[in-house]
Nanobody, 121 residues
C-alpha cells in the first residue's frame, strides 16, 4: 500500500550539486528510519545516508561532509542534498523507509524505484 517516489536526479558536472527528494504515500501508522542507497553499474547497492525519526544521521564515509540527509515527517519525505559531486557518485539512488503498518503494527522496508544521478564533465 505504501509507495515511495524519488525525484531530483539528473546530469551534473563534477563539483556540482543536486537535491534528491522522496515522498511516501499511502496508509501507514508511522515511519521510523529513512535513508538513501545507491547502486552503480556493476556494483552492489550501498548505503549512502540514513536518518532516524529523532533526526540522528549516519553517512557513508565517502560522502561525509558533502551530502546532507534530512526529513520532513509532516510531509512524509526524506531529502538528500548532494554537494561537491564526484564522478564516483554516479549511480541510481534509491529511497528507503522503514514503515510501521496499520495491520499488526509490523515493520516493513519500503523502497522507491530509483532516480539516476550522473556526474560527468
Amino acid at each position: 500500500q505504501v509507495q515511495l517516489v524519488e525525484s531530483g536526479g539528473g546530469l551534473v558536472q563534477p563539483g556540482g550539486s543536486l537535491r534528491l527528494s522522496c515522498a511516501a504515500s499511502g496508509s501507514m501508522s508511522s515511519i521510523n528510519d529513512m535513508g538513501w542507497y545507491r547502486q552503480a553499474p556493476g556494483k552492489q547497492r550501498e548505503l549512502v545516508a540514513t536518518i532516524t525519526n529523532a533526526g540522528n544521521t549516519n553517512y557513508a564515509h565517502s560522502v561525509k561532509g558533502r551530502f546532507t540527509i534530512s526529513r520532513d515527517n509532516a510531509r512524509k519525505a526524506v531529502y538528500l542534498q548532494m554537494n561537491s559531486l564526484k564522478p564516483e557518485d554516479t549511480a541510481v539512488y534509491f529511497c528507503n523507509a522503514e514503515i510501521i503498518t496499520w495491520l499488526y503494527r509490523r515493520t516493513v522496508s519500503s523502497w522507491g524505484q530509483g532516480t539516476q544521478v550522473t556526474v560527468s564533465s
